[in-house]
Structure formats: structure tokens, C-alpha cells
């Protein structure tokens, strides 16, 4: 046997990620798909994902759902949306008649939320400093406004669920409104929320602590990353 016959087997053989069994390593990591429409799923889009899990892919992650209405992009899909629940259903109909898995990104932009949001609704930080690509100073953050992301959060993950998705990520990488570790210039000056969403207020807890615990929830923000034991994926 080769190596390639090796790392092959290995790419093929099933792979337990927490307590869901997937039937090989094949990951579709998030994207923006643009195929969305007024935040909601189309069937361009629910055709893309069938596609990818057609083809293979074990574990599905869509890219970029919004979570607070106000700074979702033009292309991005909605997660705080119940007029969305029709096409998360079919989109996770889909996807697994073909035996993967799905779940959704889950986004706050924070600085780096949509350009032009400045003015209304304000971007939302938990500094008062602006993204080096964006330039727009974004609002600092209250403890009670970080309070309100927080359960925005654990809605949109309960929408996700309602719609049969087997799981979400938050994304907190990349300087986005959920990192949660602060950067040297990011550091407390006052009394506000800094570096992230408040502290003992992480995203996941908030899910866990509001949904039935048998979806699967990831934060995914190198130094961050969290995995949360949860019983089972699809029932
Ligand atoms: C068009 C495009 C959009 C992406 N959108 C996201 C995103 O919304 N969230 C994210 O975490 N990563 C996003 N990524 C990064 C991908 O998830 C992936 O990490 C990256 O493309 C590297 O994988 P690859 O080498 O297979 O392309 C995006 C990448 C591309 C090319």
C-alpha cells in the first residue's frame, strides 16, 4: 500500500466529530454562497448544498448566517429570520438525503459589519476603534447591548434547529463582532464590553442553555475554539 492509498483510506473512513458519526473526513468549510435572496434560502442555493453532499462531502458548514437583522450583506442569509424556516427545513432535506451533515455559521460583522451601516444602524464593537479595511469608527458596546447579542445568538441557533440543521458555528475569527479575545489595542479603558461579547457570556452557553441539548454548537476563532458535548446529530 502507498502513502496515497494510505492518507485515501484515511479520507474515506468514517470520522466521530463529538456525537454525530460522519461517513468520511470530507468538510465543506463556510462560504457566502450570494445565492440567497432577501435572507432567504433559494433553490440555487439549496441545490448548491445538495450538490456538495451528493458529491461526498460528510459535514457541510454554509458561511456567514446573520444573526442580527441590521447588519446582515446584501447576499448573506438570514438566521434571525422565521420567514426563513421553509428553506432551512428544505435545505437540510436535502442535504441529508444524501447522509451529511449541516450546519450554520453563525455571524455578528461587529467593525468589519457591512460598509455604509455606520450611520443606521451604527456597527456594533467593543471598542470604539475602527476595522483597518473599513475605517468606520463602529459604537462601543454596552454591557446590556452584549447581553441582547448574546440571546440573538441563542435565537438564531434555535431557528437553525427548528430547521433541522444539525448544528451551528459561531464565528469569533478574524476580528469579527464575536472574537472574544482582545488585541493589545483593544484593551479595557472603562467600563464597557471589551474584546468581545461580555465575559461568562460566550455564545454556545447562551445556545445550550436556551435549545435542547442534542445539536452539535462550535466557536470558531483560533484561540477560542470551543466544542460542546452534545448527545446526538440528526434524530
Ligand atoms: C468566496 C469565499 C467566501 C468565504 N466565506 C467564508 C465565510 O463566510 N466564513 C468563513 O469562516 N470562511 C469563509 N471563507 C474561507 C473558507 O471557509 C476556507 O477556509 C478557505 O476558502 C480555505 O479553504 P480552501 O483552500 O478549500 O479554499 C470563504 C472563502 C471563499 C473563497
Redesign the pocket.
Known amino acids: 500500500m502507498t502513502g496515497a492509498d494510505v492518507l485515501l483510506e484515511r479520507l474515506f473512513s468514517p470520522y466521530r466529530l463529538g456525537h454525530i458519526e460522519l461517513r468520511n473526513r470530507i468538510y465543506s468549510?463556510?462560504?457566502?454562497t450570494g445565492f440567497s435572496q432577501g435572507g432567504l434560502p433559494t433553490d440555487r442555493q439549496i441545490a448548491y448544498y445538495e450538490a456538495r453532499a451528493r458529491g461526498g462531502a460528510a459535514f457541510i458548514?454554509g458561511?456567514?448566517w446573520a444573526v442580527l437583522p441590521g447588519e446582515r450583506s446584501g447576499s448573506?442569509n438570514a438566521a434571525y429570520d422565521p420567514a426563513a424556516l421553509d428553506g432551512h427545513k428544505r435545505m437540510a432535506e436535502a442535504v441529508h438525503r444524501h447522509g451529511a451533515f449541516l450546519a450554520a455559521?453563525l455571524?455578528m460583522g461587529g467593525r468589519q459589519g457591512p460598509p455604509g451601516n455606520y450611520q443606521s444602524p451604527p456597527m456594533l464593537a467593543p471598542s470604539p476603534l475602527p476595522c483597518p479595511k473599513l475605517h468606520e469608527i463602529p459604537k462601543e458596546l454596552e454591557v446590556d447591548e452584549s447581553d441582547e447579542i448574546v440571546d440573538r445568538f441563542a435565537q438564531a441557533a434555535a431557528n437553525m434547529q427548528a430547521g433541522d440543521w444539525d448544528g451551528v458555528?459561531v464565528?469569533a475569527?478574524?476580528g469579527y463582532g464575536a472574537k472574544r479575545v482582545p488585541l493589545p489595542a483593544e484593551e479595557p479603558r472603562g467600563g464597557g464590553v471589551r474584546g468581545g461579547l461580555r465575559r461568562g457570556h460566550a455564545h454556545p452557553s447562551a445556545h445550550r442553555r436556551r435549545s435542547p441539548p442534542h445539536r452539535r454548537s462550535r466557536v470558531?476563532g483560533g484561540r477560542t475554539h470551543e466544542h460542546l458535548g452534545l448527545r446526538r446529530g440528526r434524530s
Open positions: 468549510p463556510p462560504h457566502g458548514v458561511g456567514s448573506a455559521q455571524h458555528e464565528l475569527a478574524q470558531s
